[in-house]
Nanobody
Framework: QLVESGGALVQPGGSLTLSCAAS????????IAWFRQAPKKEREGVAC????????SYADAVKGRFTISRDNAKNTVYLQLNSLKPEDTFAYYC???????????????????WGQGTQVTVSS
C-alpha cells in the first residue's frame, strides 16, 4: 500500500515536499513515479526514479523545479516541489512497479500500485 502526504495550499513561488510511504512492500525493489491529475483530465507523469542507482527522469514542465528522491531506510520516496506555479495545482499520486522499460517510466499504464493522492494547490 502506498500513502502520499504533504499536499497543501501554497503561494506561487513557494515549496513543498511530498512523501510516498509504503507498508507491506520494500520500495527499494520498485521503480517509483509521481503523477498528477486535474479533475476530469488524464494523469500526467511528473518524475520517476529507478531502483538500484536512483536514476531519475522528469517531465519538461517540472524539470529544474521538482526533484524526486528516495530514502530506502525510511521506505519512502519524496518529491520536492520548488518555484511552484498556479499551473502546478493538481492531485499528486505516487505509483510503483517492479519492472519497466526505462523509456516508459513516466507512462501511467506500466504502474500497478497507486496511492490515494494528495492535493497541491498553488494560489495567492
Amino acid at each position: 500500500q502506498l500513502v502520499e502526504s504533504g499536499g497543501a495550499l501554497v503561494q506561487p513561488g513557494g515549496s513543498l515536499t511530498l512523501s510516498c510511504a509504503a507498508s507491506g512492500d520494500t520500495l527499494a525493489d520498485y521503480y517509483i513515479a509521481w503523477f498528477r491529475q486535474a479533475p476530469k483530465k488524464e494523469r500526467e507523469g511528473v518524475a520517476c526514479i529507478s531502483t538500484t542507482y536512483g536514476v531519475t527522469s522528469y517531465a519538461d514542465a517540472v524539470k529544474g523545479r521538482f526533484t524526486i528522491s528516495r530514502d530506502n531506510a525510511k521506505n519512502t520516496v519524496y518529491l520536492q516541489l520548488n518555484s511552484l506555479k498556479p499551473e502546478d495545482t493538481f492531485a499528486y499520486y505516487c505509483a510503483a512497479v517492479r519492472l519497466l522499460q526505462w523509456h516508459e517510466c513516466l507512462s501511467e499504464w506500466v504502474y500497478d500500485r497507486w496511492g490515494q493522492g494528495t492535493q497541491v494547490t498553488v494560489s495567492s
